[in-house]
């Protein structure tokens, strides 16, 4: 800890004699506006939490340094685990999941072809200007997908001649031992008609500690102490250069690349479900894009956008927990290649003062190859041919913006999406046959859908902005949810058909003075949920090339298929405020109720799971003298529904509740310079025992020591 401690302060010795008089404090022309989605609500400055933008001076005050725990700090966004040994981070916009909301970085979409299941907690907050969250109403300008909102990180941009900004957290566990770290640097230039940056972001957790007041069911899997297998380390590095010709137009290419690698805890109890040792060395994302913006005329305005993407990881299974050899049956190496290329175009054309119609066009191209190389006892390990799935989506939308009377606006959109797929390859003997593994396809089915949405926004007066919506989306299933045999355990469902959701919201917010309140209630219909429902007798056949012949009298059995059996409804409510009560102290709180019902006739006892019905988080900011700042905050949410992973397979699905918490936390800032502040910090200091999915705990008590320079 002292090590630490001396590294820390060192580098604020020279961070400080580097700082100069010019004031550093980012402003709101530090948004890559370029990287901007559509989003609805108003935004508030100071700390910066509204209801669907999260400020880059909120992520550094609460130390939320991942994207998943940041945005769990807004109104109708609850964090997640997935629990199990793919330990991904997960986040839930009123109740939707990563599947049916999109993350995009400046609107480019990161999309996994294969299954989309993107781990939130590897994308760093660090060094973003804002993150955007449309929740519901997401427009159909900004590409498919969106059936239950949007997520976007927005870069950031140089304000002036030179921008620098640097910071470094040291973290330590509950016993104040050290246990990682976090660090950002960005340095750029703003001249008259051009402007570069480059930034990066690292974090590295060694380990974190679990509660002390743990007791350990399976000492074998989990003892206690240091969490087994908690070990990550992201980093990322972005550059940015930009045109400005004049004061309308704007062009930007911008190069994204970060790296990641995760170690996979084990359940702490289940002794019925088989231990896999699982570890990902790598989790790698790079994006090339290039944005625009130009006037063509008074009257018209196009954007576009271009990007070439690419995702590289592997998974690695061992024999047992000591991760050194690969010799059984289970054991493997998956590696992941994927590709993405596309761009989207959008034209703006104003026809009057008091109506705007907008038209967009976006397309993408999506490869995914994987090729796994599997071990056994014999020590000759066998790697399969290159398997290759790729499609194509296109979405072609228009918007209308009309201004009813100069204080009401109606916005009317719709949009058609299409996905065409060219190759489904697969490798192994196909299901119901027996014999050698072959490489085969899969049928190829195309799919298109429709959406549709509408809103209403009334400025009531200079305070109190009110506004009402109805959007219907749908989002395509991933090629993960239509062709994978899980293990050999499903059946693919080629034809599997898009989700739909239709969102209803009502709302306003009001700003008068040093007071500010804002509020929403919502209703989402779901149809066509997919689920992995249990089929009947599938027929063996003798063939070993597809297509494969039956077998008389051979039927396989206990398969499931992803099919569109469910529906439901997730309704409830969103209220937030923040005021100034004296100068010096801020406060601001926020709270959601949601509730979630959603199922499928053949099976009564499931329940949606990862979302609190309750959930809140409030906070304030007391600055007693100049330089000093004091901000107690805390995290609650109810109990939400979780499985009962330990349960044989001839047994029913057991659903239960767990996840409730009240976490507090304090941060401690003090200026030593205009440029240069330092800060201490703790979150879940009360070392609460908690868990959000069954048998995987989050972390107990931590503490940190920051600094931060800016010039």
């Not at 406060?587 to 006892?605: F, H, M, Q, V």
């Amino acid at each position: 800890m002292r090590i630490a401690l001396t590294c820390l302060l060192s580098a604020g010795s020279m961070l400080a004699s580097a700082a100069h008089a010019q004031d550093a404090a980012p402003d709101a022309s530090d948004r890559f506006s370029l990287g901007q989605i559509i989003v609805t609500a108003p935004r508030f400055e100071g700390v910066g939490i509204d209801s669907s933008t999260l400020s880059s001076e909120a992520i550094y005050t609460f130390s939320r340094t991942a994207l998943d725990d940041a945005v769990n700090l807004m109104p109708g966004v609850s964090a997640g685990n997935s629990g199990g040994t793919r330990n991904e981070r997960l986040v839930f916009v009123r109740g939707f999941d990563r599947f049916q909301v999109p993350l995009s970085i400046d609107g480019i979409r990161v999309y996994l072809p294969a299954d989309n299941r993107l781990d939130y907690g590897r994308f760093l907050t660090t060094n973003i200007a804002e993150v955007q969250v449309a929740k519901g109403y997401a427009s159909v300008l900004d590409g498919p997908g969106a059936m239950g909102g949007a997520i976007n990180l927005v870069t950031r941009k140089p304000t002036k001649e030179l921008d620098i900004d640097v910071r470094g957290t040291v973290n330590f566990d509950n016993d104040t031992d050290y246990a990682g770290y976090s660090t950002s640097a960005m340095v750029g230039t703003r001249q008259d008609k051009w402007y570069a940056q480059a930034s990066y972001a690292r974090s590295f957790t060694d380990h974190w500690d679990l509660p002390n007041d743990f007791t350990a069911k399976v000492p074998s899997l989990e003892n206690g102490g240091a969490r087994d297998f908690s070990r990550t380390e992201d980093w990322r590095v972005n550059a940015k250069l930009g045109f400005t010709p004049n004061a309308t137009d704007e062009y930007a290419l911008s190069y994204t690349h970060q790296e990641g690698s995760k170690g996979a805890p084990l359940h702490i109890s289940d002794t019925v479900t088989t231990p896999r040792f699982w570890d990902w060395p790598s989790w790698d994302i790079s994006s090339l894009y290039f944005l625009s913006t130009t006037a063509l005329g008074d009257r018209a305005t196009l954007k576009t956008r271009a990007y070439y993407n690419k995702f590289d990881s592997i998974l690695r299974s061992f024999n047992d927990r000591t991760q050194t050899t690969q010799s059984r049956p289970y054991a493997f190496d998956s590696p992941y290649e994927d590709r993405a290329w596309g761009g989207s175009a959008q034209l703006d054309f104003a026809a009057s003062d008091a109506d705007t119609l907008r038209l967009a066009f976006h397309y993408r191209h999506d490869r995914h190859v994987e090729f796994q190389t599997s071990f056994s006892t014999t020590g000759v390990p066998s790697t399969e041919p290159r398997q290759t799935q790729t499609e194509e989506i296109f979405s072609a939308a228009l918007e209308n913006e009309l201004k009813l009377t100069p204080d009401l606006t109606f916005t009317l959109g719709g949009s058609f999406d299409w996905r065409n797929l060219i190759k489904a390859e697969e490798y192994g003997a196909p299901l119901g046959t027996s014999g050698a593994s072959v490489l085969y396809n899969y049928p190829r089915r195309d799919a298109d859908t429709w959406n549709l949405q509408g809103r209403f926004d009334w400025q009531a007066n200079d305070a109190l902005a009110l506004h009402a919506s109805l959007s219907s989306r749908a989002r395509f299933p991933t090629i993960f949810e239509r062709f994978s045999q899980r293990f050999n355990t499903a059946i693919p469902n080629p034809s599997l058909k898009a989700e739909r959701a239709t969102n209803a919201e009502i709302g306003g917010s009001w700003a008068q003075g040093k007071l500010r309140v804002e509020g929403a209630l919502f209703y989402s219909w779901v149809d066509n949920a997919i689920f992995n429902v249990l089929t009947p007798a599938y027929p063996c056949t003798a063939s070993t090339t597809p297509p494969a012949t039956p077998r008389p009298g051979c039927a396989l059995t206990n398969l499931t298929q992803s099919q569109n059996v469910g529906s439901g409804h997730y309704y409830g409510v969103e209220l937030s405020v923040s005021a100034t009560l004296l100068p010096g102290l801020d406060i601001g709180a926020n709270y959601t109720g949601i509730k979630r019902d959603l199922d499928y006739a053949a099976n009564p006892a499931f329940r949606p799971t990862g979302v609190p019905t309750h959930k809140g988080f409030a906070w304030a900011d007391w600055s007693p003298v100049e330089g000093l700042h004091i901000v107690p905050n805390v995290d609650l949410a109810s109990n939400r529904w979780t499985l009962f992973t330990a349960t044989p397979a001839s047994a029913p699905q057991r659903y239960y509740r767990t996840g409730a918490y009240v976490n507090a936390g304090l941060r401690v800032d003090y200026a030593l310079t205009e440029h240069v502040d330092i800060g201490v910090g703790g979150r879940n200091l009360f070392d609460d025992y908690y868990t959000l999915t069954d048998g995987f705990p989050e972390p107990g008590r931590t503490l940190f020591a920051s600094i931060r320079a800016r010039y």
